[in-house]
């Protein structure tokens, strides 16, 4: 965003004709004439916005919510003995974890499990939702909001990873075996598909909408 000489309002890197490469985040100048532009340096496809960025993302946080309640409907984790076998859904691993004394570990799979994905889905629906309805408020605040949701899709996969090694290191046992659940399969999807949401959102769609606020108010 650069100030306007004349009126001192923020003007927008696309009414100055300025694009940045989403490969190598070169800064480019858009010819007007041009239909279809690449990087002059890596020769990706560059766009002043991502093409069909609301559709695309509304329809893989769709998919998301819907995968989230089998994701927490469905077992992550089977497990069998000789004495017994038993079944964990995420919950009741936080639970199992909390009843026996490992309180730290039963927060962090909480966390990372429901508060982080729930976060994720929320805030990008919030945004979502605010460009639709052309929203010119707080372009700061849901900038960064944007970018706190880029930061925590990585550590969503910690319950994917817990049950990962947790497999591997009982098979080892003659007596014991573990096996992953439908749970945690849908689980893993849902980090899949809100860290593809968030990277399909244009962020700059929202300064769009403040930018023509100010435009309209001058």
Known sequence: M?????????R??????LLSCHACGLLCRAPG??????????????????????????????????????ANLYPILYTSSVLESQSNTIMS???LFWNTGSWFIAALIF???????LTKL??????????HRRSSKRPHQRTRLYRMVEFIGRWSMLDVYVVALSVALVQIEALASMQAG???????????????????????????NATNAEENND
């Open 12 to 17: 927008s890197a696309a009414s100055l004709g």
């Open 93 to 95: 691993g936080v639970v």
């Open 2 to 10: 650069n100030p306007s000489p004349s009126s001192g309002a923020m």
């Open 182 to 208: 439908i749970g945690a399969a849908a689980f893993g999807a849902v980090v899949v598909l809100t860290m593809l949401a968030a990277k399909s959102f244009d962020p700059r769609l929202i300064w769009d």
């Open 122 to 131: 929320f805030a990008l629906t919030l945004l979502l939702i605010s460009v």
């Open 33 to 70: 004439h041009a239909v279809e532009l690449r990087c002059p340096r890596c020769h990706a496809d560059v766009h002043l916005r991502k093409p069909g960025s609301l559709s695309r993302t509304w329809a893989l946080l769709i998919a998301a919510y819907i995968l989230y309640i089998p």
């Open 111 to 117: 966390i990372a499990s429901i508060v982080v994905p």
